[in-house]
């Protein structure tokens, strides 16, 4: 890891915060994907039984 000096503070938390929004919206996108495939999937068996 390079020497960061009196700026590691800020350096590392703005990777901290970065990997936790990152982890935030792979969060939310997998949750509305599943979410959306269910959706689809009921209107499709509707669809399907008449």
Do not use: H, Q, T
């Amino acid at each position: 890891m390079p020497e960061l000096g009196k700026y590691a503070g800020a350096v590392l938390s703005s990777y901290i915060l970065s990997l936790g929004l990152l982890a935030g919206l792979i969060g939310l996108s997998l949750w509305r994907s599943r979410r959306a495939a269910r959706a689809l999937r009921e209107v499709e068996d509707r669809v399907k039984n008449g």
